[in-house]
Nanobody
Framework: QVHLVESGGGLVQAGGSLRLSCAAS????????MGWFRQAPGNERECVAA????????YYADSVKGRFTVSRVNAKNTVSLQMNSLKPEDTAVYYC????????????????????WGQGTQVTVSS
């Protein structure tokens, strides 16, 4: 089973950009579909982006479509989330998560279906 560690969070002004990275270890990374989730205080954890095992399929929540880009490099066991045009409502703790998938498609975006999680990284967007 993979172990996940996120990095790249921080404080940025509205309109700015951040790039989150998630490093995986301890498993065969290319067998896992990956998701990026976020949770703001008082809100449920939501999936903002997901990527299939090879990276050929991606998913974006409507709230981030056109601003966020998810990518992965299986040779380096990493998945990234490029976040542009950030808004104050993007403020949250961001988590990467892994799910062992049998097919190279986006199987699910439900948090309950992802079995492995990173520790989270705080993203704060000031207005």
């Amino acid at each position: 089973q993979v172990h996940l560690v996120e990095s790249g969070g921080g404080l940025v002004q509205a309109g700015g950009s951040l790039r989150l990275s998630c490093a995986a270890s301890g498993g065969t990374f290319s067998r896992y579909g990956m998701g990026w989730f976020r949770q703001a205080p008082g809100n449920e954890r939501e999936c903002v982006a997901a990527i299939s095992r090879s990276g050929i399929r991606t998913y974006y929540a409507d709230s981030v479509k056109g601003r966020f880009t998810v990518s992965r490099v299986n040779a380096k066991n990493t998945v990234s989330l490029q976040m542009n045009s950030l808004k104050p409502e993007d403020t949250a703790v961001y988590y990467c998560a892994a799910r062992r998938d049998i097919a190279d498609v986006i199987m699910t975006t439900r948090q309950a279906d992802f079995g492995t999680w990173g520790q989270g990284t705080q993203v704060t967007v000031s207005s």
